[in-house]
C-alpha cells in the first residue's frame, strides 16, 4: 500500500491538495474516488487517506447485509467498491443506499465507483442505485483520478476536486490551491481560525519527505504523533 508521501512522489496529489483533504478528514468528512478504468489507483488514493484518520476512530468494513448498518454517527463505514460485483466490501443498489443513508446521520462514509466525472458518479449513486441527492451529498468529497503519461506507464492525477459547500457541489482545480499562499482558498470555511490551519498540515507533510518518512505504516504513525502534539483529534 503507498501512503500520502509515496502519492505526493508520483505527483498523483499535491502538498497543497494532501493537507486540503487532511483538514477536512480531521472534522469528520467522507470522500469517494472516481476512475473509470480498472487498476487507476482508485483503491490506492482512498486506503492512503484511510491511513490518516484520527487514532481511535471506529471503522466498519461494509458487506451486503452484514452489523455495519448498526454502526452510529462518528464511525466509519469503508465500502471498497460501490460496484454490482460479487466480491467482499463491494455494495450496489439498496446497500449503497443504506450507506448514503448513514452518512446523513453523521457516520464518515468512505468507498471509490468507475466513473470518472461527478456526472457519472451521480448516475450511479443516484439514477442506478437509487439515493437521493442528499445522500450522494454525504459523501462530501469527490476525487476524480485522470490519467497522464504514456498509455504503456500512466500516471494517476488528481486534476480537480469536486466538494459540497453550502449544500451544492463545487469545484477547486489543482492550481487553484497551488496558486494560494497558505494552501488555502474560497473553498474553505470563513473561519479561518479554525484548526487544524493547512498550512501547518502543509509543513508536516514537507516534513514527512524531507525525512524520508514513506511507508504508511510510518506516515501514519507521525500523523497520528503530530496530530496528539497539536491536540488535534
Request: proline residues 4%.
Given at each position: 500500500?503507498?501512503?500520502?508521501?509515496?502519492?505526493l512522489?508520483?505527483?498523483?496529489?499535491t502538498v497543497?491538495q494532501?493537507?486540503?483533504?487532511?483538514?477536512?478528514?480531521?472534522?469528520?468528512s467522507?470522500?469517494l474516488?472516481?476512475?473509470?478504468?480498472?487498476?487507476?489507483?482508485?483503491?490506492?488514493?482512498?486506503?492512503?487517506?484511510?491511513?490518516?484518520l484520527?487514532?481511535?476512530?471506529?471503522?466498519?468494513?461494509t458487506?451486503?447485509?452484514?452489523?455495519?448498518?448498526?454502526?452510529?454517527?462518528?464511525?466509519t463505514?469503508v465500502?471498497?467498491e460501490?460496484?454490482?460485483?460479487?466480491?467482499d466490501?463491494?455494495?450496489?443498489g439498496?446497500?449503497?443506499?443504506?450507506?448514503?443513508?448513514?452518512?446523513?446521520t453523521?457516520?464518515?462514509?468512505?468507498?471509490n465507483?468507475?466513473a470518472?466525472?461527478l456526472?457519472?458518479?451521480?448516475?450511479q449513486?443516484v439514477?442506478?442505485?437509487?439515493?437521493t441527492?442528499e445522500g450522494?451529498?454525504?459523501?462530501?468529497?469527490?476525487?476524480?483520478?485522470s490519467?497522464r503519461?504514456?498509455?504503456?506507464?500512466?500516471?494517476?492525477?488528481?486534476?480537480?476536486?469536486?466538494?459540497?459547500?453550502?449544500g451544492?457541489?463545487?469545484?477547486?482545480?489543482?492550481?487553484?490551491?497551488?496558486?494560494?499562499?497558505?494552501?488555502l482558498?474560497?473553498?474553505?470555511?470563513?473561519?479561518?481560525?479554525?484548526?487544524?490551519?493547512?498550512?501547518e498540515?502543509?509543513?508536516?507533510?514537507?516534513?514527512?519527505r524531507?525525512?524520508?518518512i514513506?511507508?504508511?505504516?510510518d506516515?501514519?504513525?507521525?500523523?497520528?504523533?503530530?496530530?496528539?502534539?497539536n491536540n488535534?483529534?
Amino acid at each position: 500500500m503507498l501512503s500520502v508521501v509515496d502519492l505526493l512522489e508520483a505527483n498523483t496529489l499535491t502538498v497543497a491538495q494532501t493537507a486540503w483533504l487532511l483538514v477536512r478528514i480531521l472534522r469528520g468528512s467522507s470522500w469517494l474516488v472516481g476512475a473509470s478504468p480498472g487498476g487507476a489507483g482508485k483503491t490506492t488514493v482512498m486506503s492512503a487517506l484511510l491511513a490518516m484518520l484520527p487514532r481511535g476512530a471506529p471503522v466498519w468494513l461494509t458487506n451486503r447485509g452484514s452489523g455495519w448498518r448498526e454502526c452510529k454517527a462518528g464511525d466509519t463505514l469503508v465500502s471498497y467498491e460501490l460496484s454490482p460485483g460479487f466480491y467482499d466490501a463491494y455494495i450496489w443498489g439498496a446497500d449503497v443506499v443504506r450507506l448514503t443513508e448513514l452518512g446523513m446521520t453523521g457516520c464518515r462514509i468512505v468507498s471509490n465507483l468507475h466513473a470518472d466525472t461527478l456526472s457519472q458518479a451521480r448516475t450511479q449513486i443516484v439514477g442506478e442505485c437509487g439515493a437521493t441527492e442528499e445522500g450522494f451529498r454525504a459523501f462530501a468529497i469527490f476525487i476524480p483520478l485522470s490519467l497522464r503519461g504514456s498509455r504503456f506507464a500512466p500516471t494517476p492525477t488528481v486534476e480537480r476536486i469536486d466538494y459540497v459547500r453550502d449544500g451544492r457541489w463545487c469545484r477547486l482545480a489543482r492550481d487553484e490551491l497551488e496558486r494560494s499562499r497558505r494552501g488555502l482558498s474560497v473553498a474553505d470555511e470563513p473561519d479561518t481560525q479554525e484548526r487544524p490551519p493547512a498550512e501547518e498540515i502543509s509543513e508536516f507533510v514537507r516534513s514527512c519527505r524531507s525525512h524520508n518518512i514513506r511507508l504508511i505504516e510510518d506516515v501514519q504513525e507521525a500523523w497520528l504523533e503530530w496530530c496528539e502534539r497539536n491536540n488535534l483529534k
